[in-house]
């Protein structure tokens, strides 16, 4: 068992997994591009099928001429808090693989692989004092468009990477949800021999 703020593991995990949460609350201020890159660094060294490695990262940081376009490519429930964040990335995955004889085909994996990214990604950067906050409510088709994002390619999710601030820069609404998330049992999700949750 592990405990790291308020969160309580059943059995005794490494506390960075407690410890790694996603907050909104940022204070804006920037990011070495030297810490960006070993995040990255990190996140490229994830598992993939078949060292494919499908994961791919369009970024900007705060500050820099292309930080309001990707301010604009979030929901506005998501601009609100992640215009504060150091960086903006978005994650990108390649959806097919090219075989040994050179022929195209579909990479079934490329999703589950880009997640394996992502939470390297978030690791690091807890590790090096920062938080990252995944989203998925982005316009897709807007960052195709913009990022140049070429065919064969899917845009995952966006994250937003930063140092925290106090929740009190947030509105009152999302101030209350800013607390590291709770997990169900770990008897709900993993089951010996078959499947025996709730198909649901």
């Known amino acids: 068992m592990t405990y790291a703020n308020s969160r309580q593991s059943e059995y005794p995990v490494d506390p960075i997994f407690l410890d790694r949460w996603s907050p909104r609350a940022f204070d ?8 960006l890159l070993t995040i990255l660094d990190a996140a490229h060294w994830a598992p993939s099928s078949s060292n494919q490695q499908p994961w791919r990262f369009v970024f900007a940081h705060k500050g820099t001429e292309q930080w309001e376009t990707f301010v604009s490519l979030l929901m506005e429930g998501n601009q609100v808090w992640a215009k504060n964040a150091a960086v903006l990335l978005f994650i990108i995955s390649r959806d097919f693989t090219i075989s040994r004889d050179g022929e195209k085909k579909p990479a079934t994996t490329h999703s589950f692989d880009a997640g394996a990214a992502w939470l390297s990604l978030a690791l690091q950067s807890h590790m090096l004092g920062y938080h990252a906050h995944g989203m998925a409510g982005i316009f897709k088709d807007k960052i195709v468009e913009t990022l140049d994002i070429p065919a064969g390619f899917v845009v995952e999710a966006a994250v937003a990477i930063g140092t925290m601030a ?29 499947f025996t949750g709730k198909a649901e």
């Open 28 to 35: 804006g201020t920037g990011m070495p591009r030297e810490h």
């Open 166 to 194: 106090d929740k009190s820069t947030l509105s009152p609404e999302l101030a209350e949800r800013e607390v590291p998330s709770d997990r169900v049992p770990l008897s709900d999700v993993a089951f010996e021999g078959k």
